[in-house]
């Protein structure tokens, strides 16, 4: 059984590493610090009230500030954002220099990102190591128009218009 459970995990994983996903980060400030991590998960939930969801593991280093703060940001990024994902990503000194700034209800907000919501945590929902985190929008605004930063197949992309009309 074991063996069939390892294929599946296996054909999950290649299922979802085909699936393209919109980049963004999620940002909070617990007790004072400045929180924040790359996130492919970030939906729409509702227009009316305005709501979004993103996914993450309750063992991320991140866990403890969404578990415990009200107010959340998710910034959707753009091309030219590739390395403000990967610092999100990959390293501890996500907040080091003038990339960000104190926003709406003490959330940080990162300059020169596609746009950006600060959103209230109306729900917590834990599965196991997971959790689904409802948020409801409370301000943002709108950054430059551009094409936004896809993650496939383990690497950065970027969306590439079809010969297609409606």
Known sequence: MATEDQAFEGTFREMFRRHAAGVAIITANFNGV??????????????????????????????????????????????????????????????????????PHGVPVLNDVAGWLIGKVQMRLSFENNAVVVVEVVEGAVGADGAPLLYHSGSYSQPAPLDYEI
């Not at 924040?36 to 970030?42: L, N, Q, R, W």
């Not at 305005?50 to 996914?55: A, S, Y």
């Not at 969404?66 to 610092?87: F, K, P, S, W």
């Open 34 to 103: 400045p929180v924040g991590f790359t996130a492919t998960s970030v939906a729409s939930l509702s227009a009316k009230p305005p709501r979004f969801t993103f996914n993450m593991a309750r063992t991320s280093s991140s866990w403890p500030a969404v578990a415990n703060t009200t107010y959340i940001g998710v910034h959707m990024l753009g091309l030219d954002n590739q390395e403000l994902a990967d610092r999100f990503a990959r390293t501890s000194n996500r907040f080091e220099g003038d990339h960000w700034e104190l926003g």
